[in-house]
């Protein structure tokens, strides 16, 4: 027994000796930090709201006068004739159907129009993670949450942040 132990040990050392005598140079990006610090997130923000202000403003009117409609029935209701209390609600069961599916479709492309420009600018991540791994010679770059510890030094978020923000 304590000679297959022994034969182990040494098997283990003789496999891991190449592993050590090349030892790789590694980095770490943490992606939710650098995109929180990036420029051009803001922008993207301001753009979408430019690009969807109109039919937000359309949805919230919408949504004001269903309010108005429901506070009318609760205030005037008890005054109001059968056919106005009918006609009131098939109006808010117009309006209502009417908002959601406007809403909907809203919510669908801001969804895909979001998604489309953080694409973009995962791409020009990706490009300055590669453009600081080449230059600074790094063989691996892994995603922070990926790693369990890693010194403050092999962590390159910042010139990821700082190298987009030049480019901007």
């Known amino acids: 027994m ?3 132990v022994n034969r182990a040990l040494v098997t283990m050392a003789f496999l891991s000796a190449p592993m050590m005598a090349h ?3 590694i980095a770490v990006v943490d992606m939710g930090e650098v995109f929180e ?3 051009q997130r803001e922008q993207i923000s301001q753009s979408l709201k430019t690009e969807f202000g109109d039919r937000v403003a359309e949805v919230q009117k919408m949504q004001e006068e269903m309010r108005t409609m429901v506070e009318k029935q609760q205030r005037d209701g008890a005054l109001m004739s059968d056919s106005q209390k009918t006609d009131l609600v ?5 309006l209502k159907s009417d908002f959601q599916l406007k809403g909907k479709a809203l919510d669908e492309d801001m969804r895909r129009r ?8 995962l791409v020009k991540v990706q490009e300055a993670i590669n453009t600081i791994a080449q230059k600074e ?6 995603q ?7 010194k ?8 990821v942040v700082q190298a987009l923000s030049k480019g901007n």
């Open 90 to 94: 098939r109006q808010m069961e117009s």
């Open 37 to 39: 610090q990036l420029p």
């Open 144 to 150: 922070r949450g990926a790693v369990i510890f890693v």
């Open 23 to 25: 030892a790789e140079k």
């Open 2 to 4: 304590k000679k297959m």
């Open 137 to 142: 010679s790094y063989d691996i770059v892994l």
């Open 152 to 159: 403050p030094e092999a962590d390159i978020s910042d010139k």
């Open 114 to 121: 979001q998604g489309e420009e953080q694409n973009k600018l």
